[in-house]
């Protein structure tokens, strides 16, 4: 355990990126489209507004310092970067890691205080073992425990995907305060036999001592619940959460078992800290309608979903919570999903939590979502969207995702719209985007009726994409940073896209696509506002009809061509791209429409 201290406000980290900074898409797009669209036409001098922030803030605020293995003194192997499907470097933050073998370590030099750390590994299929840790050189008490069992998934069923969710999070409590300019190793001695590691990034911070339970508060244990782990404490929870509505259970420090789900309602559920109050389940809440004021803060879930099997309700939240709840403070880990929200949850606030190595998504508002806010997350390494709103059977209306952090979704996108009236997606940043997803999309793929397509104002602003945009192996072409896709109905809704960063994307920045062939059309987009920073093709892909205003976007580093506009099916009519003015760096459009540009290509 930690050396106690007092509770420290918690440092603002948000990513600053500067411009000299460095449900699966299953689709039917054709590869080819042999026509050649129209460039850049003028439009009316007022369009135009001020250009981008070139030092965008972007993602959530963080109580951890996050420092990345192939930047850190090792003696091991680099590997990456490589942005290939289905490699084991593709799914590591900047696409790189560095692998141990035997008597080889890494080094990190803290930067700010701290007595714990969160370390993202990858071992080989089917091990598990320990990974030996030093702080200033001298061995702590106890080793990380590390394992392959919830990574190398496979899912047939979504075309295109590949062998994926390679990495994996380990957690651990040094004992010790270390300081700034102390140093953590990760090395790999004789007892340590899962290798070979491969160490992507580790995260350090500063955790507090355990809370204390609030006055008042219905404790778990006093109804049987254990808190080594070692028995079922199902029904001490059960009988909790029934007693104590109209006010709080309590769940002390420790372990607990749950292998059954919970049906909630006005009640708060609260633990010690993530890092101290921690329950083993991999279906927690699993519930069709709740009355609501449900609050669930600061513990542990963590499952041991091995497959990804979407009939099963794997979830930490599977269901609804009610209007007027919350969720925050949370560690999830290992589930299918982190919350899967259904029916009327009005007023939902979801903030400040850590959602990682999920077999699918990380949060789906499955329809009904009103008013609900999603923020200051942090999501990494899930197998679907990290983020997504899906508007069936009802539209979700007036709900905002915002300054979340999402890294490393493996198999779809960041951050996705499907469908919904007056939608806002604001100051997330997201990056190391994988298979079959772009950072952002905007789109209405229904894939179930009844859906409901975009409407209202679909508010865009101040998103920083890094490194996001991946080749769609089912379309044979890439999809972009952000992708605005009328993919089942045409795009009516006014989409209002500003202040966007996007750098280093290995394909594209921007793209207009009928994910479904039928090459119907984005209307009403407008582009406000962007800094496009190393883009590996085209900074605008527009493969379907329908127009678009853009103005204030400035490019440097672009790949090929700035415009590629090349509709399918070429029986409907190029997208027409108004300049609005102030459209820097990117003037020359791609003259191929046979071809597809490559990255970095002349």
Request: net charge negative; hydrophobic share 40%.
């Amino acid at each position: 355990m930690p050396a106690p201290h007092a509770a420290r406000a918690r440092t603002r980290r948000r990513v600053a990126w500067t411009a000299a900074a460095c449900l699966a898409v299953v689709g039917t797009l054709g590869t080819v489209a042999p026509a050649f669209g129209a460039a850049l036409t003028a439009a009316p001098a007022e369009s135009a507004a001020p250009a981008a922030d070139a030092t965008p803030t972007a993602g959530a605020d963080l109580p951890f310092v996050t420092q990345e293995a192939e930047d850190a003194a090792h003696d091991g192997t680099p590997i990456g970067p490589d942005h290939t499907q289905g490699t084991v470097a593709s799914e590591a933050s900047g696409r790189q890691a560095v692998e141990l073998t035997s008597g080889q370590s890494l080094e990190f030099t803290l930067t700010e205080p701290a007595n714990a750390v969160t370390v993202v590994y990858n071992l080989p299929d089917n091990s598990s073992g320990t990974l030996s840790v030093y702080a200033n050189g001298q061995k702590v008490d106890e080793p990380l425990q590390v394992t392959s069992r919830y990574a190398y998934f496979d899912a047939p069923w979504i075309a295109g995907a590949r062998t994926h969710h390679f990495f994996n999070h380990a957690r651990l409590l040094l004992g010790q305060e270390l300081a700034a300019g102390d140093t953590v190793t990760l090395q790999v001695d004789a007892g340590d036999a899962a290798g070979p590691y491969t160490i992507d990034s580790a995260d350090f911070e500063l955790v507090a001592v355990p809370a204390e339970p609030p006055a008042g508060a219905l404790d778990v244990t006093t109804l049987g619940a254990d808190p080594t782990g070692q028995a079922d404490s199902t029904q001490a929870f059960v009988e909790a959460v029934a007693q104590g509505r109209g006010g709080t259970v309590w769940i002390p420090p420790g372990t607990y078992q749950v292998n059954q789900p919970l049906y909630v309602e006005n009640v708060t559920l609260r633990g010690a800290g993530n890092w101290y109050s921690v329950v083993n389940s991999s279906r927690f809440i699993n519930q069709g309608q709740s009355p609501g004021n449900v609050h669930l803060s600061d513990f542990a879930v963590v499952g041991a979903v091995t497959e990804r099997v979407d009939s099963n309700p794997d979830n930490f939240v599977n269901g609804n919570l009610g209007p007027n709840s919350s969720v925050s403070g949370m560690w999830l880990q290992r589930l299918k999903v982190g919350l899967w929200l259904t029916g009327a949850n009005n007023g939902l606030v979801v903030e400040d939590n850590r959602i990682v190595d999920m077999a699918a998504d990380g949060l789906n508002l499955n329809g009904d979502a009103n008013g609900i806010v999603v923020r200051d997350n942090y999501l990494r390494n899930t197998g679907d969207d990290s983020l997504a709103m899906w508007s069936l059977p009802n539209p979700n209306r007036d709900s905002t995702f915002e300054n979340n952090t999402v890294i490393q979704p493996n198999l779809a996108n960041g951050i996705a719209i499907y469908g919904g009236e007056n939608i806002t997606v604001r100051n997330n940043l997201v990056q190391d985007t994988n298979a079959l997803g772009s950072g952002i999309a905007i789109s209405n793929q229904a894939f179930l009726q009844p859906f409901s397509p975009l409407a209202g104002t679909i508010t865009v602003e101040g998103n920083t994409l890094v490194r996001t945009g991946a080749m769609n192996p089912n379309w044979n072409h890439p999809m972009s940073a952000l992708r605005v896709d009328p993919y089942n109905h045409p795009i009516e809704a006014d989409v209002r896209i500003t202040d966007t960063t996007i750098v280093d994307s290995p394909w594209s920045a921007f793209q207009f696509v009928s994910g479904s062939g039928q090459g119907l059309a984005a209307n009403n987009v407008t582009i406000d506002g962007a800094v496009v920073e190393n883009v590996g093709t085209v900074v605008v892909q527009a493969e379907t009809t329908g127009e678009a205003t853009i103005s204030d976007v400035t490019a440097t580093g672009v790949g090929a061509a700035g415009v590629y506009n090349c509709p399918y099916p070429t029986s409907v009519p190029p997208m027409t791209l108004r300049d609005g003015g102030g459209n820097t760096g990117w003037d020359t459009e791609w003259q191929d429409c046979a071809s597809w540009p490559e990255p970095g290509g002349a």
